[in-house]
């Protein structure tokens, strides 16, 4: 199979399930690249989470399987979108909602705002939950203009998904004993 067939030279790109060709400008186009730039980066994270060997709490899994588990699911969320007889199931969302818990419950409460930075892992979980929040607005779109229409747990993933990244930033750098910086606004 070839790295490249030629047919999107004129700006338009296929999904799954049409036969019609579509601007690679569309909504649908945009949110599929958002997707993927969110899970590429996520590979950054994995690497990153390997090295430190980080646990979510005794009985949950490591920060690299977690982000492993997250890529899966994009993959899920890109084939939905695409047109393809998937969706997030509902487990996939408890998951993550027990991930943010059991996180949660090793840090002190969110009481502000944090400026980004502290350990390498911490600061490519804040990039990595950005690039999460823009995927979801763009998912939300095609959604919203009637391009797709995308299953609520999809969503609810997407929704979840931005608030982990932003829970592993946090714990990798309480684990680190890294002191969270909040902004002072002057």
Request: proline letters at 3%.
């Given at each position: 199979?070839?790295?490249f067939t030629g047919k999107g030279d004129d700006g338009t790109t296929k999904v799954f399930?049409?036969?019609q060709r579509i601007s690679k400008n569309s909504a649908m186009a945009e949110a599929l690249g958002?997707?993927?730039e969110v899970n590429s980066f996520l590979g950054v994270c994995k690497i990153q989470s390997?090295?430190?060997?980080?646990y979510v709490g005794i009985e949950y899994p490591s920060f690299e399987h977690i982000v492993h588990t997250l890529q899966e699911g994009l993959f899920?969320?890109?084939?939905?979108?695409?047109?393809?007889?998937k969706t997030i199931k509902e487990e996939r969302v408890k998951d993550?909602?027990?991930?943010?818990?059991?996180?949660?419950?090793?840090?002190?409460?969110?009481?502000?705002?944090?400026?980004?930075?502290?350990?390498?892992l911490a600061t490519s979980f804040d990039i990595a939950?950005?690039?999460?929040?823009?995927?979801?607005?763009?998912?939300?779109e095609v959604n919203d203009v009637g391009e797709r229409k995308i299953g609520k747990q999809t969503l609810a993933f997407l929704n979840r998904l931005s608030s982990?990244?932003?829970?592993?930033?946090?714990?990798?750098?309480?684990?680190?004993?890294i002191k969270e910086s909040a902004p002072k606004y002057n």
């Open positions: 199979m070839a790295l399930d049409c036969d958002a997707l993927d390997k090295e430190q060997n980080y899920v969320v890109q084939a939905e979108l695409a047109g393809a007889d993550m909602e027990d991930w943010i818990n059991a996180a949660e419950k090793e840090m002190p409460p969110i009481t502000t705002f944090f400026i980004s930075g502290g350990t390498d939950r950005t690039l999460a929040r823009r995927a979801e607005r763009r998912v939300v982990v990244l932003y829970a592993l930033a946090r714990l990798s750098n309480h684990k680190f004993g």
